[in-house]
């Protein structure tokens, strides 16, 4: 794709990265047959092809409207373009620099920004968080039966292991997972102690950053990775192995960093380094030795949904899979399994019909074989998939602890 961006934005990093991106681009329209919103809604301008016609036209100087806005935002960042891109295209990075000058050409309503605005400041804060899900836990009995499903009922907080093992691994805790899903990391901690490994925990971490950053609050979302990189420093110079993410989304993103602080020049080494760091929870087990830990199983029937950062944007697509085979557990098959449940951060909220559409779709091809359970990967996914399954959703990581228990 040729391209004439301005020459005061190929100054720029972004723009640099921009024009690189839209270079690789050979319109063959692949992206199309694996595009959620597209397959809902028949728009070209509603495919990742559509959005980067958008995108350079925008960024050549054409005045960008709400229109585009609007196509911009139904993009649910799932990555599955890039699953089935012949030319390697980096379009998750090219929506993120889209996005972030659409908000400053057409400026939304007080409106939007005050919701906007009141996402960043309540899902990445635990203790805001808790305390709106404590709310809404009280006022539920009061509440029409559709938003009641959309108040999940907290996990139970266990004790962390305090075994002092040779091997050593930092966690990242999360936001909305230590509130809702405590046993994730819990699990996690406890297997990893099984196999010799130590997880550590750094409380002045929560949330990796996605938030801010997929609702093009950059400098915010820098701001997070600038204290999370300060945070963690300590532990990687005294030679800790890996930075454990057991939410995929919160994964893809703390990936990232190395790209995300390209251009900081105090931090742009030390992000490197985390981004090297960065493992999701089922690349350490996929390289560890657990036929000494797994037990017999009964050969549960499990619906593995695999979520688009999973698949798409860390591209381990049958590990967890994997893993949960060699448990003996027998996993039903999943028509589509490519294709976002709708979740998305917050896009749930901010796309509701969107994402109730992908919702029941995932739904019907997850619990069609008639599985006992559905596991996941990612909090977003698993309180999403929650509210609406007829059967239990956990992270899988619950399941692997049991059988090595």
């Given at each position: 794709?040729q391209t004439?961006?301005?020459?005061?934005?190929?100054?720029?990093?972004?723009?640099?990265?921009?024009?690189?991106?839209l270079?690789?681009?050979?319109?063959?329209?692949?992206?199309t047959?694996?595009?959620?919103?597209y397959?809902?809604l028949?728009?070209?301008?509603?495919s990742?092809?559509?959005?980067?016609?958008?995108?350079?036209?925008?960024?050549?100087?054409?005045?960008?409207?709400?229109k585009?806005?609007?196509?911009?935002d139904?993009?649910?960042?799932?990555?599955?373009?890039?699953?089935?891109?012949?030319?390697?295209?980096?379009?998750?990075?090219?929506?993120d620099?889209?996005?972030?000058?659409?908000?400053?050409q057409?400026?939304?309503?007080w409106?939007?920004?005050s919701?906007?605005?009141?996402?960043?400041?309540?899902?990445?804060?635990?203790?805001?968080?808790?305390?709106l899900?404590?709310?809404?836990?009280?006022?539920?009995?009061?509440?029409p039966?559709?938003?009641?499903?959309?108040?999940?009922?907290?996990?139970?907080?266990?004790?962390?292991?305090?075994?002092?093992?040779?091997?050593?691994?930092?966690?990242?805790?999360?936001?909305?997972?230590?509130?809702?899903?405590?046993?994730?990391n819990?699990?996690?901690?406890?297997?990893?102690?099984?196999?010799?490994?130590?997880?550590?925990q750094?409380?002045?971490?929560q949330c990796?950053?996605?938030?801010s950053?997929?609702?093009?609050?950059?400098?915010?979302?820098?701001?997070?990775?600038?204290?999370?990189?300060?945070?963690?420093?300590?532990y990687?110079e005294?030679?800790i192995?890996?930075i454990?993410?057991?939410?995929?989304?919160c994964?893809?993103?703390?990936?990232?960093?190395?790209?995300?602080?390209?251009?900081?020049?105090?931090?742009a080494?030390?992000?490197k380094?985390?981004?090297?760091l960065?493992?999701?929870?089922?690349?350490?087990?996929?390289?560890?030795?657990?036929?000494?830990?797994?037990?017999?199983?009964?050969?549960?029937?499990?619906?593995?949904?695999?979520?688009?950062?999973?698949?798409?944007?860390?591209q381990?697509?049958?590990v967890?899979?994997?893993?949960?085979?060699?448990?003996?557990?027998e996993?039903?098959?999943?028509?589509?399994?490519?294709?976002c449940c709708g979740s998305?951060?917050?896009?749930?909220?901010?796309?509701?019909?969107?994402?109730?559409?992908?919702?029941?779709?995932k739904?019907?091809?997850?619990?069609?074989?008639?599985?006992?359970?559905?596991?996941?990967?990612?909090?977003g996914?698993q309180?999403?998939?929650?509210?609406?399954?007829?059967?239990p959703?956990?992270h899988?990581?619950?399941?692997?602890?049991?059988?090595?228990?």
């Amino acid at each position: 794709m040729q391209t004439r961006l301005s020459a005061d934005f190929l100054n720029t990093l972004q723009g640099q990265q921009a024009d690189e991106i839209l270079r690789s681009c050979v319109h063959c329209g692949f992206c199309t047959a694996t595009c959620p919103t597209y397959q809902l809604l028949g728009d070209e301008l509603d495919s990742p092809r559509g959005r980067i016609y958008l995108i350079k036209q925008m960024l050549e100087g054409d005045t960008a409207t709400e229109k585009t806005r609007s196509h911009l935002d139904r993009c649910l960042t799932c990555r599955a373009c890039e699953t089935t891109c012949p030319s390697g295209v980096q379009y998750g990075k090219l929506v993120d620099i889209g996005r972030e000058v659409v908000e400053q050409q057409v400026p939304r309503s007080w409106r939007e920004r005050s919701k906007r605005y009141l996402l960043r400041q309540v899902i990445p804060q635990p203790k805001r968080f808790a305390l709106l899900l404590k709310l809404g836990l009280l006022a539920k009995p009061l509440l029409p039966a559709n938003l009641q499903k959309k108040i999940p009922r907290p996990q139970p907080k266990t004790a962390w292991p305090q075994h002092t093992q040779t091997r050593r691994m930092l966690v990242l805790s999360g936001c909305a997972q230590q509130v809702v899903t405590a046993q994730t990391n819990l699990a996690a901690a406890r297997i990893l102690n099984r196999l010799g490994i130590e997880l550590l925990q750094e409380p002045g971490v929560q949330c990796c950053g996605a938030v801010s950053q997929h609702l093009s609050a950059t400098d915010e979302a820098r701001r997070t990775i600038r204290h999370n990189i300060d945070r963690w420093w300590p532990y990687i110079e005294q030679g800790i192995e890996a930075i454990v993410v057991t939410a995929s989304g919160c994964g893809v993103m703390v990936k990232d960093y190395a790209h995300l602080m390209a251009d900081d020049a105090d931090y742009a080494d030390k992000a490197k380094k985390v981004s090297e760091l960065a493992r999701d929870i089922s690349e350490i087990l996929a390289a560890e030795n657990l036929s000494t830990l797994l037990k017999p199983h009964s050969g549960q029937r499990i619906a593995f949904h695999s979520p688009c950062t999973l698949q798409h944007g860390l591209q381990l697509n049958g590990v967890v899979e994997n893993i949960l085979q060699q448990a003996g557990f027998e996993l039903t098959p999943v028509v589509d399994s490519h294709l976002c449940c709708g979740s998305a951060g917050t896009y749930s909220i901010l796309q509701p019909e969107l994402s109730s559409q992908l919702l029941h779709n995932k739904l019907d091809n997850l619990q069609r074989p008639q599985p006992e359970l559905i596991a996941t990967a990612n909090i977003g996914c698993q309180m999403h998939l929650a509210t609406e399954a007829e059967v239990p959703v956990i992270h899988w990581l619950e399941l692997i602890d049991q059988a090595t228990a």
